[in-house]
Structure formats: structure tokens, C-alpha cells
């Protein structure tokens, strides 16, 4: 077993409690201990797209928490949580509702690049503890700013019309994104206050809602020894990338981590097959080097 299986994530569960969800359905289905990892933490609180890497797949895991990622979330206005989420006290209110109108008008200044200011209420570290941690201790944390990228934002979805209690967004957003920091910022811009009601990921990188499977589809495959059939194969996670076709000499080079020469490929990074096998990750310049190997020779 190794591939990519993509969960739709429900709410309450937290990214670590799907991947033993994962490592339990695979010891149903009789597949022992395999290596299982997650793409891409997603808060309990929120749902969606959640890539499981599983055995040699876990070698991209780091790749894909660097993918972009798509979003679907509703800002609640008139309150802001300590969180920015449903789970905070109320630390703020207001009794400013933005319309649609307003609302479209200040989504350009957060499309592009931009700064902000990531959550208390989050996994970074400060003085080596988590921000989370500091925060729920009652302690002010000073987090600061980082630079993200708003691919796209629009609006998906407006409950009333006039003044807003509530609307829902779409955006796609660089890693290290913080939703709920955005949606602070731009009730902020609307001389308003709110924090996220509702948020789930629609997209991870290359994966969608589309081959997502729920916690029952994943359970009942693994009693019934089908889990193979949810397996999206390794080579899923890399759809963005150059195929390069090397020989069996080529591949036992690379597979000792030695250089090739004299190969003509795309610069930069590429995926080394031999037949239908993925090798490695490699990068090509001068030469090609092995970036990360896969250990996929008995298959």
C-alpha cells in the first residue's frame, strides 16, 4: 500500500485522530503497520480535504503541505472570538453589518499578496511552546506577521439581503494561509468585527472533494478488504511535475543516489519512472540529482 487516501474530513476530528483512523482501517483490511502521514493539518472545527499519505507516499507529505489550498468559509459579523472561530468567548461586538455591496468592495485588498497576523489560537511556536498552549494559559501572545498569497477570493454565498449577519467566501490561498485571520481582516476592513462560522477545504494541492470518501465509506472497505480500491497511486501527489522515463541502469544510479549525465529533461524538479514505477524525485540542472528516493523495488 502506497498512494494517497483522501478523506473528507468531518467536523470534530482532528487531523491526527483521522490519520489513526486511517492506520486502524488498514490493519482491518490486514495491511500490518504501514507508514501513515497527513497532508496538511485541518482544525477540528473544520472540514473537508484531507490527504493521508500511506507508506512510500509519506515521503511527499512535506510537499504537499506546501501545495495551495481552496477554501470555502463563512464569516460570522457583529462578534469576534479569542479563537476567530466558533469555539472562542466573545472578546469584541458590533452592531455595523456590512451589505454585499460593501462586502465585494474590500475583497480586492486581500487578493495578491499579503500580510497577516496568524491567530493566539494557533500550532507556532513561541519561546519554543505553542501559541495555543501560552494562549489558553491566559498569556498574550505576540505572533508576527507573515507573508501569504491570496490567489482568488470571491463571494460564494449571501443569506439576506441589506446589511449582513453572516456571508461565505471562496478562496484560494498560498501555505501558511490562516482563514480565520483573514476573515477577521476583512470584517476589520468593513468596520465590523466577526469570526469564521463555518469552514471547509474544497481542495489540497492536487486533490478535491471529488475523490474525498467519508469515515463510513473508509470503515466499511476496510471490513470488507477493499481499502486497495480507495488508493489514489503515489504518482497522484505529483500531477504537477515533468515525467522523466529512465532506463534500469538509470534507475539503479539513482536508486544509489549517484548523478546522471548526459540526460536531456526539463530543468528543475522532476519525477524519474522506470516503466510505470516511480524512482524519484529529481532535479535537474547541470546533472540530476536525487532529491527523494522512493523504495518501491519489490512491487
Not at 3 to 28: F, H, M, N, Y
Request: cysteine-free; hydrophobic content about 45%; aromatic content about 4%.
Amino acid at each position: 500500500m502506497h498512494g494517497w487516501i483522501i478523506l473528507d474530513k468531518p467536523l470534530g476530528l482532528g487531523s491526527t485522530q483521522a490519520v489513526s483512523a486511517v492506520k486502524r482501517a488498514l490493519r482491518i483490511a490486514g495491511h500490518g503497520k504501514a507508514k501513515v502521514g497527513h497532508g496538511g493539518t485541518l482544525d477540528p472545527l473544520a472540514s473537508g480535504v484531507l490527504p493521508i499519505a500511506i507508506g512510500e507516499a509519506t515521503k511527499l507529505s512535506g510537499r504537499m503541505l506546501d501545495a495551495d489550498k481552496a477554501y470555502d468559509f463563512t464569516i460570522g459579523f457583529g462578534t469576534e472570538t479569542d479563537t476567530l472561530d466558533l469555539e472562542g468567548a466573545v472578546v469584541r461586538t458590533s452592531d455595523v453589518r456590512p451589505t454585499l455591496a460593501q462586502v465585494e468592495g474590500v475583497l480586492a485588498r486581500f487578493t495578491g499578496p499579503i500580510s497577516q497576523m496568524p491567530p493566539a489560537y494557533s500550532a507556532l511556536k513561541v519561546d519554543g511552546k505553542r501559541a495555543y498552549d501560552l494562549a489558553r494559559a491566559g498569556e498574550t501572545v505576540e505572533l508576527a506577521h507573515r507573508d501569504v498569497v491570496i490567489h482568488a477570493l470571491r463571494v460564494r454565498d449571501h443569506a439576506q439581503q441589506g446589511p449582513l449577519d453572516a456571508i461565505t467566501l471562496s478562496a484560494r490561498v498560498s501555505k501558511g494561509t490562516y482563514i480565520r485571520s483573514l476573515a477577521r481582516d476583512i470584517a476589520d476592513a468593513l468596520d465590523t468585527v466577526g469570526h469564521v462560522t463555518m469552514l471547509r477545504r474544497i481542495k489540497a494541492g492536487p486533490f478535491t472533494l471529488e475523490t474525498a470518501i467519508s469515515l463510513d465509506i473508509l470503515d466499511q472497505s476496510a471490513k470488507d478488504v477493499r481499502l486497495q480500491e480507495l488508493l489514489l497511486p503515489l504518482t497522484a501527489g505529483l500531477d504537477d511535475i515533468p515525467v522523466l522515463a529512465v532506463s534500469p541502469d538509470q534507475a539503479h544510479a539513482l536508486r544509489q543516489g549517484r548523478r546522471l549525465i548526459g540526460i536531456a529533461a526539463p530543468p528543475g524538479l522532476n519525477l524519474a519512472i522506470l516503466g510505470e514505477m516511480p524512482v524519484a524525485l529529481v532535479e535537474v540542472g547541470d546533472d540530476i540529482s536525487v532529491v527523494r528516493g522512493f523504495n518501491l523495488m519489490s512491487e
